[in-house]
């Protein structure tokens, strides 16, 4: 189990190899050694972020204050197959960490590539293991998940949640969540066809924050095509960014 767990973390901050001799240690890491350079991901100010969205377009719009909180994400988006003949959006499951201390690197502008390569390519096991591991071993790194549930105006449908009641500072306070509903959305200006879009949600339920953006996205979307009535329901997995304000 901490294998997993350092294998997620140190493919979280990999960018640190460039570091050369200095090395890398996370906060949940064992010790460093002669040389090597110590940081921690988690529980720094970020009161100097500053979200940046493409140029030249009208559907997100960056928020006005510092977030609350950076998470890094991986999980998986799930589909099913539609009449239509063509993946639904059916909810997603992920686990963010905190990388509110490494926000401010050059190389954050990259970390949710390196953390993809690993989830895709080195984890064998499904998000929700990877999860309940994460529980056990209970890192400071862990932030939050987040899921979906019954949409909670509508009465029918999903609705994406953020759920930080479960570990770190938030631990059993009841009302450390968001539900929330779409206010914005932007295709992937990376690859549109292999990365989900980039998001900002507001507030319906919850009082951890008023507004989501979901951003630096990699991966999560399904095939162009599938047949109706034969082709199981599939989950993808993706890496992104999140970014969750008060009064945005």
């Not at 890094?72 to 639904?88: D, E, P």
Request: hydrophobic letters at 40%.
């Amino acid at each position: 189990m901490v294998a997993i767990v350092n294998t997620l973390f140190a493919a979280a901050a990999a960018q640190l190899a460039s570091y050369g001799s200095q090395g890398y240690s996370g906060s949940s890491g064992s010790g460093t050694h002669a040389g090597q350079r110590t940081f921690q991901l988690a529980g720094c100010a970020i009161d100097k972020f500053v979200l940046q969205l493409p140029q030249g377009q009208s559907q997100l719009a960056a928020p006005s204050s510092p977030p609350k909180f950076i998470g890094l994400a991986f999980g998986v988006q799930n589909y099913t197959c539609s009449s239509s003949n063509n993946y639904t959006s059916a909810g997603a499951v992920a686990e963010l960490v905190d990388v509110s201390c490494v926000a401010s690197e050059p190389w954050f502008a990259s970390i949710q590539d390196n953390l993809y390569n690993a989830w895709t390519g080195l984890i064998p096991y499904t998000i929700q293991t990877v999860i309940d591991l994460l529980h056990i071993v209970s890192p400071p790194e862990v932030l939050a998940q987040h899921y979906f549930v019954p949409n909670p105006t509508a009465g029918q449908g999903l609705s994406p949640k953020w759920d930080f009641t479960s570990s770190g500072a938030f631990a059993g306070v009841q009302d450390a969540f968001i539900v929330a509903k779409g206010k914005g959305t932007l295709p992937a200006p990376t690859n549109a066809t292999r990365d989900v879009a980039w998001l900002d949600v507001v507030q319906v339920q919850g009082n951890i924050a008023s507004e989501v953006f979901r951003f630096d996205t990699v991966g999560g979307q399904p095939p162009s095509s599938c047949q109706s009535g034969h082709s199981p329901d599939i989950s993808v997995k993706y890496v992104s960014k999140y970014s969750e304000c008060q009064q945005c």
